[in-house]
């Protein structure tokens, strides 16, 4: 069983900065495929970014240039630094892991990440 932790959002300006960590509980860490995804009222939970436990990455067209995704093994922590963030951004950020072809699958619980003067 993995459990996903994840850091506190917060409130940032328009074109500041954010970074979100997600802690994962147990041993298989290094070979989760990690997601990060996020919701706003409304609207269907939306994939952002994502690392395999090769390495490789991927991002919406929407965070481009100005989300990174990453992860420290040896920590069990995948991160995501937000930079150049726009009010668009505002949503709850959620991290989901998964071992490709296995079930079953985790989430965290959700944290709040508010853009706006």
């Known amino acids: 069983q993995v459990q996903l932790v994840e850091s506190v959002g917060g409130l940032v300006q328009p074109g500041g900065s954010l970074r979100l960590s997600c802690v994962a509980s147990?041993?298989?860490?290094?070979?989760?495929?990690i997601r990060w995804y996020r919701q706003t009222p409304g609207k269907e939970r939306e994939l952002v970014a994502g690392m395999n436990s090769d390495g490789t990455s991927t991002y919406v067209d929407a965070v481009k240039g100005r989300f990174t995704i990453s992860r420290d093994n040896a920590k069990n922590t995948v991160y995501l630094q937000m930079n150049s963030l726009k009010p668009e951004d505002t949503a709850v950020y959620y991290c989901?892991?998964?071992?490709?072809?296995?079930?079953?699958?985790?989430w965290g619980q959700g944290t709040q990440v508010t853009v706006s003067s």
């Open positions: 147990g041993n298989i860490f290094g070979s989760l495929n």
């Open positions: 989901y892991a998964f071992v490709p072809n296995q079930l079953p699958a985790y």
